[in-house]
């Protein structure tokens, strides 16, 4: 199983930027395709971003397109979810996910990851 540890979030103003970073151990990063999820409080947890194995395709939510950025670096295990013009509604705990894969371009559905991080908190005061 491999190991997630997210950080980057933090206290931000609104249209304000945050780069999430989510760094990977324990097993070949290269094997999973990779997402973002978040859950506001007293809201379940919601998609955000997926990214296939090798970085060439990409997937988002409506409420963050043209607004958020996924990207991942296989040689550092890390994938990363640069956050833009951000809006209060999108204060949350976000969660990186990872789920191993066959396909090299494949993006998996959202109830399709296996592994999980700690998350961390974002907050975006108006």
């Known amino acids: 199983q491999v190991q997630l540890v997210e950080s980057g979030g933090g206290l931000v103003q609104a249209g304000g930027s945050l780069r999430l970073s989510c760094a990977a151990s324990?097993?070949?990063?290269?094997?999973?395709?990779m997402g973002w999820f978040r859950q506001a409080p007293g809201k379940e947890r919601e998609f955000v971003a997926a990214?296939?194995?090798?970085?060439?395709?990409?997937d988002y939510a409506d409420s963050v397109k043209g607004r958020f950025t996924i990207s991942r670096d296989n040689a550092k295990n890390t994938v990363y979810l640069q956050m833009n013009s951000l809006k209060p509604e999108d204060t949350a705990v976000y969660y990186c996910?990872?789920?191993?894969?066959?396909?090299?371009?494949?993006?998996?559905?959202?109830?399709?990851?296996?592994?999980w991080g700690q998350g961390t908190q974002v907050t975006v005061s108006s």
């Open positions: 996910a990872a789920v191993e894969v066959s396909r090299y371009y494949y993006i998996p559905g959202p109830s399709d990851f296996t592994s």
């Open positions: 324990g097993r070949p990063f290269s094997n999973y395709a």
């Open positions: 990214i296939s194995r090798g970085g060439d395709n990409t």
